[in-house]
Nanobody, 126 residues
Framework: QVPLLESGGGLVQPGGSLRLSCAAS????????MAWFRQRPGKDREFVAA???????SVAASLKGRFSISRDNAKNTLYLQMRDLNTEDTAVYYC????????????????????WGQGTQVTVSF
């Protein structure tokens, strides 16, 4: 497992943007398939986006066009760029990682990831 630490959450107004970061301690993020999940109030945790170890990414269909995932290997950090946020995006956002290479159809499966951060709260409100 790899220790993960999310940051960048906070309060943002509807229509605003936010970038979340996930730092991997002592490990190179380039060696992991990494993902973002979120848990909205009263709902199950759901897939947001994932980035394969070698090329390829996936974003939840409902979030395409507003959310994007990227990685800075030099900074050993995974990012989630979110724009045009609305109240439905209010959630705790979690970073996850697995050392296994996953096929695209498996990226959204929570059980595929063995390392999880503690989450960062994003609140979209006036």
């Amino acid at each position: 497992q790899v220790p993960l630490l999310e940051s960048g959450g906070g309060l943002v107004q509807p229509g605003g943007s936010l970038r979340l970061s996930c730092a991997a301690s002592g490990r190179a993020v380039s060696g992991y398939t990494m993902a973002w999940f979120r848990q909205r109030p009263g709902k199950d945790r759901e897939f947001v986006a994932a980035l394969k170890r070698i090329g390829g990414s996936s974003v939840a269909a409902s979030l395409k066009g507003r959310f994007s995932i990227s990685r800075d290997n030099a900074k050993n950090t995974l990012y989630l760029q979110m724009r045009d946020l609305n109240t439905e995006d209010t959630a705790v956002y979690y970073c996850a990682a697995t050392a296994r290479g996953l096929i695209t159809s498996s990226l959204a499966g929570q059980h595929e990831y063995e390392s999880w951060g503690q989450g960062t709260q994003v609140t979209v409100s006036f």
